[in-house]
């Protein structure tokens, strides 16, 4: 399987930027995708997650109200609409595929490294203030 992860780039405070994160092949199952980021200097952090069938969201309480995350079944994409951008927001954004809920069951993990399988390449969000 591979994530491609594509959207990132330098924007001033109080921008948006779309993120985008590519699945293939297409027939590769999976049951939910997440977004991390990593600042420089700093571990790296859940962001915001999605249940691929029911479409469950789940955030980091910094980025509730700013960024939205979305599937779209037919591209096997999953976005992430990152809005009023701020300059604590830089990072490189990571995409992660979780293959099963069979193991590491429970909503807890969509919010976890450990819950995550696949890891796309990162791609840069750079916030100027």
């Known amino acids: 399987v591979q994530l491609q992860a594509s959207g990132g780039g330098s924007v001033q405070a109080g921008g948006s930027l779309r993120l985008s994160c590519a699945v293939s092949p297409p027939t590769f199952a999976f049951v939910g995708v997440g977004w991390f980021r990593q600042a420089p200097g700093k571990e790296r952090e859940f962001v915001a997650g999605i249940k691929w069938r029911e479409g469950t969201r789940y955030y980091t309480d910094s980025v509730k109200g700013r960024f939205t995350i979305s599937r779209d079944a037919n591209k096997n994409t999953v976005s992430l609409q990152m809005n009023t951008l701020k300059s604590e927001d830089t990072a490189v954004y990571y995409c992660?595929?979780?293959?099963?809920?069979?193991?590491?069951?429970?909503?807890?993990?969509?919010?976890?490294?450990?819950?995550?399988?696949?890891w796309g390449q990162g791609t840069l969000v750079t916030v100027s203030s």
């Open positions: 992660a595929l979780r293959q099963t809920d069979r193991v590491l069951s429970g909503s807890y993990y969509y919010t976890t490294e450990v819950g995550y399988d696949y």
